[in-house]
């Protein structure tokens, strides 16, 4: 059985595109992309921004640009569909450019062209607190999107700019996936029936979601797989196979949001309390540090434990492939249509 196991597993490794719907990589970026070679990936939706202004991200991408430019013999910067692809065949990690919260775009929507013209591809409406687009996920009231959000999705869509709303209200996400002609995606959060989080989601949006032909990716955080925290590599399996039974297989892929790059003092605000960014965490969403991920998938180099979870757990070669990249790779091309401006 094992290595029936271990020679579908290289089989998979081999053939499917591996992405992961979101990571932040703070330091040693440098090394960090190699492990993320070595672990087996071929994309990854990278976070710039949480919640910063229009100036702090422009550093931010300026930065990026420079690490790309210095390793541009294992990375690409995945402006279309087709250098994801590029990137499988040439052994190389497709890093797809995302901002956690529209908050770069302040009150100007030309700005997301000028963003798409710089490489980003993936904007999600809120991190967290309300913003000029709408109601994060953490605000004491709910009033979902402004008149200036329905004017952000619309334009969205123009541009192919792909919509996340991972980090938002429901009812910012339900009107979102309402306004939206095009797929979207809920790049790192878990069923709300299987962990009751704020930054979970309740069925309800999970099918909406499926309708609208969009992806969740499947969170590795462990007080959003498990109530207590106590999380394994079974319980993020588990959130897999809850959403395939609501909506199927289509509609799920893995945004881990781990980086063995990160310190406590990333998650500090300059006033000392625990938060990212300029958004303080409440402390009744997120525990102390340090936050535990589940140790079979607490790395980029533990990718593989995810595709002998789900070869364990019953799942086909292609219902796999689906999961751990091909979701996205469906959502990104329909939605980049792989043209410029």
Known sequence: MEK????????????????????????????????????????????LVANENFLTTIRNICEWFERLERLKEISILAEKASDIELAKREGKVAVIFAFQSGSPIEDNLHLLSIFKKLGVRVISMTYNERNLIGDGC???????????????????????????????????????????????????????????????????????????????????????????????????????????????????????????????????????????GKTKYKPEMYPPWPWIYPTEIDSVLKWTNLLRGLIRRGKTDEEILKIVGGNYLRVFKEVWKDQGL
Do not use: W
């Open 4 to 47: 029936e196991i271990e020679t579908r597993l290289r089989d998979l490794q081999q053939r499917g595109i591996h992405i992961d719907g979101t990571m932040v990589i703070l330091r040693d970026s440098e090394e960090y992309m190699h492990r993320i070679l070595q672990g087996g990936l071929t994309g990854i939706v990278l976070t």
């Open 138 to 276: 953490a605000e004491r009231t709910e009033c979902g999107l402004s008149d200036f959000g329905v004017e952000v999705v619309q334009e969205m869509n123009r541009l192919g700019l792909l919509i996340d709303l991972s980090h938002c209200g429901e009812r910012t996400i339900l009107e979102t996936i309402q306004f939206s002609k095009q797929p979207i995606l809920i790049s790192h959060s878990n069923p709300k029936s299987l962990c009751d989080h704020p930054r979970n989601v309740s069925d309800e949006i999970i099918k909406a979601l499926a309708q609208k032909g969009g992806v969740i990716g499947i969170n590795a955080f462990p007080g959003f797989l498990k109530k207590d925290g106590k999380a394994t590599l079974e319980d993020l399996l588990d959130h897999i196979d809850y959403v395939i039974k609501l909506v199927g297989v289509n509609h799920v892929g893995i945004g881990l949001d781990i980086s063995e790059t990160r310190i406590k003092e990333d998650y500090m605000t300059k006033d000392g309390q625990l938060g990212f």
